[in-house]
């Protein structure tokens, strides 16, 4: 990319943060521009409204909807790297299962990527969601194109999105329990699939194989990005 | 007087035109669609989740096997995210080769759409003429990486090697003659830049031959053109991008809007269509056809010119040559960590697109700041597409549900994910 | 001993059935082959068009492959589907096969070389090959799928549409030939002038129609919308396979022969030379026997459905009604109208 165009491209990026941080103030609102993207983090009550805000607004036009993705926070900068115990062999790899979810933070996020094509520029909007009441208004009605971006959070995630038509599992097969995409479920899933000769049909039986882990999941602390903490940051602010 | 009822087809999964494992419940009346229902999730593979459980490496071969016709270009989506997660400057000569080979993808890509579209809608030689290209574009993947298909070529930080500085060619056997197989080999005497070169040089003629069977075919016409119209607002509305979009007449397209890896030194033009039906879309991608090809051109003649590293030499991201590692003890160092554990990007997101040849192709990547991406989003662009299915054939006739299943160049590998 | 003499007067007193059921098998013995070998022709040709070789490891050549065809579906297991009706189920694949063969008994192959020399021979034609949809009507019915009906409702409407345009131009041709008799259909072709002589020339728009007609009427591409694989899989045969496959096949192949075979008796003058009367190439090529202009002729028109197979995207169903209804039938009408004031009037070289 030439110089002028990346200029260009960083001005309108500054000159989006401003307007963002002029029209939604308040309590729960919160934006950041960090690698050159923008966050615009939006209380869960008031998305329909700030969506249809981004879509219709002059300074804002996002007609796009790219994306909806659902997150789980809940294992959010734990390391499986666990050398605390040493052996007369060696380190012990900590390599079991994580367990339990961080009670501080809410746990799931929805985040939303929006485009703009007249104004040639991106902005991510998150909604955070807690574990106990994963649901936020559905935004199809603004952009229709979240109508399967929707249903996949919903059955990958469990998220719920009121308003949603046809809020169906999309993904996984048909009768398929839990949401796979949790930190809690398994890699290998639940359930394994064989065809049993004896009672002539497919039956679906608790899965045989065990987890491995290969590479074990591994935090680093480098200097060379550290910029003054070395804490994991809050990924509101990330 | 008899009820009058409409009924329920099963489209699929085992359907020729399902193109993979699509299943469309088609409520009908007559041969009139009343309303479409598609069933995804036949080929789902959890790429997401997998590539959470594996360092950040290991998810590039995962890449290829999402849109398995635009391996590239999924690689280079992927790539790119995690570059500017840990944000690394790519050489510029892995630049233009990434940009060449995005090309040939889309070329690759397309004629593999023109030739199932064609062959949906009846006509059946167009599949394979385009078959007989492709080969010659998967021998230059073959040449660059290995793999015809699931080539595995980019890496964080540039691309896995140099291009070859010799061409693979046909070795003499029973099943030909000599003289067809020195026929054969007659491009494959140079490097592999030669070997494209030569390529770039005949295919425009050879789209003109695919257009001459095509375009101006009174049944094709009759077949595509006012089927499956979508109107500029209602494009944005159901969230399309790539020729889908400008088949609407919207002139958008990353690759000149948002320009990435070496676009914006290339010199090229973007198609747009007017009506927004299944024949804009298909003039639309010739002329990507022809557009892409000079592209290709020019990243040759560039390529050409300027030697270079394709890849970056911080060995913290990418290994040390083999002598590096045999002889030297941080070169060692680097290899084991590297192989072993990877590297930990500083904790934050990303999210980079590529203009892939079915749309945006987006890749989200949240790090917290481990060796495994914490949660990675891949944005299709088919999904949205096939997400207006019942929108674009509501109205139309069952023949017509094959034409626009075409026209919106569906590949269940990045759709299920 | 009285039984063998009952025997041998039975045969004297049918000797003429005999004589037919003979002839029948000199017929339908090699149209079978010819069948066999038009699908190999089939395949090699449009291979060839879209560049690659076809069949060419069973035998020489691939020559053998027809036969390992029908080897391997002859072997094959016949599936009927559980909500079938079996009896309906079986018997559609012999209605489209049998009209196609029984069609071959009033075609003449020379001069008097004929198995029935009727006088109404174009009308039993037209009333043959109009029976040849009940199969395909029956068999979508039959097979209780949704795919299969779809395909025998596509393939009676287009039928019966075309027939009608194909039925104008053989009006067209009997106004010109002032017969129904095949055979005097061809001789009322021949003259000095050749192949210039035929009626394919004073009839181009009928011989053109009658031709598309004839596509139209076999289910080829472009109006393929009964099979349509790629739309409704394979339509109203889907269920079918082993034996009942090869014999709708074989029933579709035959059609197609029967279709150029007939065009070529109506339109190219038939066993006719095409050049004859002509000043030397006339002389030279006097001592062809009829039979294989006949079969070259019908080998050329045959060519070009292969030809069209390779070519053409598939009409969707409503756009062949249209094509039907709205541009065939008024051009027939039309050109049958001038053909008769050129009759009337007795146009020269043609019809004086």
Known sequence: MNESAKKASEIRRETLLENLNKRFTGDGFASSLRLGELTLVVPRERIVEVAGELRDNEAFQFEQLIDICGVDYSQYGRSEWTTDTASFTGFGRGVGAMQGSSAEMQRFAVVYHLLSVSLNQRLRVRVFVDDQHPMVDSVSGIWNSAGWYEREAFDLFGILFAGHQDLRRILTDYGFIGHPFRKEFPLHGQVEMRYDMDRQRVVYEPVTIELRTLVPKVIREDNRYAEGSNKPQDPADA | ?417 | ?352
């Open chain 2, 1 to 417: 007087m008899p009820e009058i009822r409409n009924y329920t087809l099963n489209f699929g999964p085992q359907h020729p035109a399902a193109h993979g494992v699509l299943r469309l419940v088609l409520e009908m009346d007559g041969e009139v669609i009343e309303r479409a229902d598609p069933h995804i999730g036949l080929l789902h593979r959890a790429t997401e989740k997998l590539a959470e459980s594996k360092p950040y490496n290991h998810s590039i071969p995962y890449m290829d096997r999402l849109d398995y016709v635009s391996m590239m270009c999924n690689e280079h989506g992927y790539v790119m995210a995690l570059e500017r997660l840990l944000g690394v400057d790519v050489p510029e000569r892995a630049l233009y080769i990434r940009t060449m080979f995005d090309e040939i993808t889309r070329i690759l890509n397309h004629l593999m759409w023109i030739g199932t579209h064609a062959l949906d809608v009846g006509a059946m030689t167009m599949f394979l003429y385009t078959f007989r290209e492709r080969e010659d574009l998967l021998d230059c993947y073959e040449a660059v990486s290995g793999a015809r298909m699931h080539a595995a070529y980019y890496r964080v930080g540039g691309v896995y090697r140099d291009l070859p500085e010799v061409m693979p060619r046909y070795e003499k056997n029973q099943f030909r003659s000599d003289k067809e197989i020195d026929k054969k080999n007659e491009a494959r005497q140079g490097t592999l830049l030669d070997f494209i070169e030569d390529f770039c040089r005949r295919f425009p003629g050879l789209v003109d031959e695919y257009e001459t069977l095509l375009t101006d075919n009174r049944i094709w016409k009759q077949r595509t053109v006012g089927i499956g119209t979508v109107s500029p607002e209602r494009a944005f509305q159901l969230g399309f991008s790539g020729p889908m979009l400008r088949g609407s007449g919207i002139a958008w397209d990353l690759r000149k809007k948002q320009p990435y890896a070496a676009y914006a030194q290339m010199d090229f033009d973007i198609p747009v269509g007017q009506n927004g039906d299944c024949y804009d879309r298909y003039l639309v991608r010739m002329e990507e056809l022809r557009q892409s090809t000079r592209i290709v051109q020019q990243c040759v003649d560039w390529l050409r010119q300027n030697p270079g590293p394709v890849i970056v030499s911080d060995h913290k991201i990418a290994p040390p040559s083999r002598s590096e590692m045999k002889e030297g003890m941080e070169g060692l160092i680097h290899h084991f960590k590297l192989f072993t554990e990877g590297y930990c990007p500083p904790p934050g997101e990303a999210y980079a697109a590529v203009e892939a040849p079915k749309g945006e192709f987006g890749c989200y990547v949240i790090s917290d700041g481990a060796n495994k991406p914490y949660r990675l989003k891949i944005r299709a662009p088919g999904f949205a597409h096939l997400s207006a299915m019942d929108e674009m054939v509501k109205g139309h006739m069952l023949a017509d549900v094959v034409a626009v299943i075409g026209t919106m160049d569906i590949v269940f590998g990045e759709i299920d994910r």
């Open chain 3, 1 to 352: 001993m009285d039984a063998l003499m009952n025997l041998w007067e039975w045969l004297g007193e049918n000797l003429i059935i005999i004589q037919i059921l003979i002839k029948i098998v000199v017929i339908v013995a090699p149209l079978m082959l010819c069948v066999a070998y038009f699908t190999y022709a089939e395949r090699k040709i449009i291979g060839y068009m879209q560049v690659r070789i076809g069949p060419n490891r069973v035998g020489p050549k691939g020559w053998l492959q027809p036969i390992a065809d029908a080897v391997k579906l002859m072997f094959k297991e016949i599936t009927i589907p559980t909500g079938a009706n079996k009896v309906l189920f079986l018997i559609a694949p012999m209605l489209t096969l049998g009209p196609a063969l029984a069609a071959w008994a009033v075609f003449p192959f020379g001069e008097g070389l004929v198995l029935s020399d009727i006088n109404a021979g174009l009308l039993y034609l037209i009333a043959l090959t109009s029976v040849g949809v009940y199969g395909v009507i029956i068999a979508g019915w039959a097979s209780n799928s949704k795919y299969a009906f779809l395909g025998a409702m596509r393939s009676a409407a287009q039928i019966v549409s075309y027939e009608i345009a194909m039925g104008f131009a053989l009006v067209g041709v009997l106004v010109a030939a002032g017969s129904l008799n095949l055979g005097e259909i061809v001789l009322a072709q021949s003259g000095e002038g050749g192949l210039f002589n035929w009626f394919w020339l004073p009839l181009l728009p009928l011989f053109l129609i009658y031709f598309i007609s004839g596509v139209a009427e076999t289910n080829r591409a472009p109006f393929d919308v009964a099979e349509g694989e790629s739309e409704i899989v394979a339509g109203f045969h889907v269920e079918y396979s082993g034996m009942p496959f090869a014999v709708f096949f074989l029933g579709e192949y035959a059609n197609m022969i029967l279709v150029s075979a007939l065009t070529t008796l109506l339109f190219l003058g038939g066993w006719l030379s095409p050049f004859q009367g002509w000043p030397v190439l006339g002389n030279m090529f006097a001592w062809v026997p009829g039979f294989v202009w006949l079969f070259a002729k019908t080998a050329f028109v045959g060519f070009f459905f292969l030809w069209l197979r390779a070519t053409f995207p598939r009409y969707r169903y409503d756009q062949i009604m249209r094509l039907g209804w709205k541009v065939f039938i008024p051009i027939t009408i039309v050109w049958i109208m001038v053909v008769g004031l050129a009759v009337v009037y007795e146009m020269p070289w043609w019809f004086d």
